[in-house]
């Protein structure tokens, strides 16, 4: 079985150094604060920094290729000027690994949504002369998504440059999710990317920019779990006066975006149920697995895909067939 995960966080110690020198956005500094112990602890700033113990530990668990993405927020919650200068270079180095070891790392690169021209021009880049895979925006920045009007310019550079945008979590700009210990994984992460990704599909956005691949973690952040009754709900409020007043008309049904325009991950969801109702919903051309790395343990999660009850064509698309596909990896 060969082996792709496609959500695998890295930094490199220049970024750490840098960026922990920054100031945040005000309202990420709760977030920040976390983010920077987390990743200040000698044990967690190794692994995600040091690629050749990746390597290793790649190679000891049969895992083929590592697509790397920088960790999350990635460079969202500083000052743009800084946050394009810090992308730029963080992509530079991510493309450096890439080039050294074509074969076991692709990457997402960073760009900064603060500077929608940038980061378009960013996106040029680094699809053309650095040769990466896509992008990987970390949720809101500052509060705003990406069906906001500002951000036209980085969704057409995506489209058109034919990079997928990997659509993944970081602590919600909403305050109730903030509470409890509820910002992070246990459940603010995919309330956030789940209400990111809808957005993007309620807002007509899709309808702008029908050739955007976006990827979701966690099997669909809970949308393939809402998909038929969002549809109902959906053609319930467009007939329905008041309602219908504050929808943009979509020429698709919510359920037709999602499988025309989103490809899911296993990332932190080793169960086999919700990987089935995943596989009922989108179907296994667009299910891809992850590890989630350094959060999740890769043993379990690639013994999980070794073993959990599948066609060999389902696991052969998820294993690594669908993320050849999606990410034009060489193989
Ligand atoms: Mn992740």
Do not use: C
């Not at 890295?10 to 604060?33: I, N, P, S, Y």
């Not at 779990?225 to 698709?252: C, E, N, Q």
Request: charge should be negative.
């Amino acid at each position: 079985m060969r082996v792709v995960a496609v959500e695998e966080h890295m930094a490199t110690e220049a970024f750490l150094r840098v960026a922990h020198g920054l100031d945040v956005a005000a309202g990420d500094e709760a977030e920040m604060t976390v983010m920077r112990t987390v990743e200040t602890t000698p044990e967690f700033r190794a692994r995600l920094t040091d690629l050749d113990a990746r390597l290793r530990e790649m190679d000891a668990l049969g895992q083929d290729m590592a697509l790397l993405s920088l960790n999350t927020p990635g460079v969202q919650p500083y000052p743009a000027a800084d946050a394009v200068a810090l992308a730029r270079d963080f992509n530079d180095a991510l493309a450096a690994i890439v080039r050294r070891h074509p074969d076991r790392f692709g990457g997402l690169a960073t760009v900064a949504p603060q500077d929608p021209a940038a980061a378009a021009a960013e996106i040029e880049r680094i699809m053309g002369p650095l040769g990466l895979h896509g992008i990987m925006i970390n949720s809101h920045t500052g509060g705003r998504y990406l069906d906001e009007p500002q951000f036209a310019p980085l969704l057409a550079a995506a489209e058109a440059h034919h990079a997928p945008v990997y659509l993944h979590p970081r602590a919600s700009s909403l305050a109730p999710y903030r509470d409890h210990g509820m910002p992070f994984a246990l459940w603010g992460y995919q309330a956030e990317a789940g209400l990111h990704a809808m957005r993007l599909i309620l807002s007509g956005t899709l309808d702008r920019f029908p050739g955007l691949t976006l990827v979701l973690g966690h099997l669909g952040e809970a949308i393939p779990y809402w998909l038929r009754r969002i549809d109902s709900r959906h053609a319930y409020a467009a007939k329905t006066a008041g309602a219908a007043d504050l929808m943009p008309h979509l020429s698709l049904t919510p359920s037709d975006y999602f499988r025309r325009n989103f490809v899911i991950t296993t990332s932190g969801i080793d169960d086999p149920d919700v990987l089935g109702l995943a596989l009922r919903t989108v179907g296994e051309d667009n299910i891809m697995f992850a590890i989630d790395y350094p959060y999740e343990d890769p043993a379990t999660a690639i013994s999980f895909l070794a073993h959990t009850p599948l066609t060999d064509r389902q696991r052969t698309a998820i294993s690594h067939r669908t993320a050849e596909r999606v990410f034009n990896l060489r193989h």
